[in-house]
Antibody, heavy 128, light 107 residues
């Protein structure tokens, strides 16, 4: 059964880099039928998808425009995990951060994307 | 970005009630719509994908319908474990966006 184990600091100083890791068990970060996502949740912004990485003969990364200039999501095949780096953080980046597996459902010519397995979440506070 | 608007923001219901939650997209998303349940302190849990497909292991009292811009999540007979917050999410275009949530509380 797939599990996602999140790790990383809960406190980051303003202007520094937020770094989180999501370790995968029961699936592979290189799976050609999955994508690996980061989502965050805060009272002010609700649930916000940040980006994903996936492998289809080569690696692809996609990011939300709102964070694209500050965000990097990297797979680590040697450790079967993926990471989030968010640069130049401010108090607006204070949130609970989740990693999640994404899958596609192929039906009637369409590919329907959903996130079916989530990590437990990491509360990250940006404060000096 | 596609805006997702849920109504109501909260509702009170009793065990055994039929509950309906609505989600509206700011443009047509065909049936690229997912529903999640979230309990306090926990991650969201997938209930429905592609507007009406029930995720494996989810009780059959949950159902989804709709297409285009208007969607519905129905709980046919509310159970004690269903008191939670429900979110819709569109997967039609990047960035995937969520509704603001509907909190289902005990009456």
């Amino acid at each position: 059964q797939i599990q996602l184990q999140q790790s990383g600091p809960g406190l980051v100083k303003p202007s520094q880099t937020l770094s989180l890791t999501c370790a995968i068990s029961g699936d592979s970060v290189s799976s050609t039928s999955a994508a690996w996502n980061w989502i965050r949740q805060s009272p002010s912004r609700g649930l916000e998808w940040l980006g994903r990485t996936y492998y289809r003969s080569k690696w692809y990364n996609e990011y939300a425009v709102s964070v694209k200039s500050r965000t990097t999501i990297n797979p680590d095949t040697s450790k079967n995990q993926f990471s989030l780096q968010l640069n130049s953080v401010t108090s607006e980046d204070t949130a609970v951060y989740y990693c999640a597996r994404g899958r596609w459902y192929n039906w009637n010519g369409g590919y329907y994307y959903y996130m079916d397995v989530w990590g437990k979440g990491t509360t990250v506070t940006v404060s000096s | 970005d596609i805006q997702m608007t849920q109504s109501p923001s909260s509702l009170s219901a009793s065990v055994g009630d039929r509950v309906t939650i609505t989600c509206r997209a700011s443009q047509s998303i065909n049936n690229y719509l997912n529903w999640y349940q979230q309990k306090p302190g926990k991650a969201p849990n997938l209930l429905i994908y592609a507007a009406s497909s029930l995720q494996s292991g989810v009780p059959s009292r949950f159902s989804g319908s709709g297409s285009g811009t208007d969607f519905t999540l129905t709980i046919s007979s509310l159970q004690p474990e269903d008191f939670a917050t429900y979110y819709c999410q569109q997967s039609y275009s990047n960035p995937w966006t969520f509704g603001q949530g509907t909190k289902v509380e005990i009456k």
